[in-house]
């Protein structure tokens, strides 16, 4: 059973940023993805952005694009998200997910990630 750990989380004011992270307990160096996802209060999961691990090719959704920024950390079994010019609509709980295959077409859905991190909440004020 892998175990995905996020952390990071923070309230922040408009226009701040935060860096969230993401441990696995099982990590490989190729044909791994990590997702990004949100969930708003009283609103449905939506993914922020992706990561093929073995090359490192990232996705992301048109509103995070250019404030959003996901990483390997050297190699390391820890994935980041980098939000900038945060704004309240970014507000919600953040969540890693991994899936070992290849997600060229579906690292947007979450029906597609076979592991769940808790979550890290990130709030942005006005």
């Known amino acids: 059973l892998v175990r995905l750990v996020e952390s990071g989380g923070d309230s922040v004011e408009v226009g701040g940023s935060v860096r969230l992270s993401c441990v696995a307990s099982?990590?490989?160096?190729?044909?791994?993805?990590f997702g990004w996802f949100r969930q708003a209060p009283g609103k449905e999961r939506e993914v922020v952005g992706a990561?093929?691990?073995?090359?490192?090719?990232?996705f992301y959704i048109d509103s995070a694009k250019g404030r959003a920024t996901i990483s390997q950390e050297n190699s390391k079994d820890t994935v980041h998200l980098q939000m900038n010019n945060l704004r309240p609509e970014d507000t919600g709980m953040y969540y890693c997910?991994?899936?070992?295959?290849?997600?060229?077409?579906?690292?947007?859905?979450?029906?597609?990630?076979?592991?769940w991190g808790q979550g890290t909440p990130v709030n942005v004020s006005a």
């Open positions: 997910a991994a899936a070992w295959r290849n997600m060229w077409d579906e690292w947007y859905s979450s029906a597609s990630y076979d592991y």
């Open positions: 099982e990590f490989s160096q190729s044909d791994m993805f």
């Open positions: 990561i093929y691990i073995g090359g490192g090719r990232t």
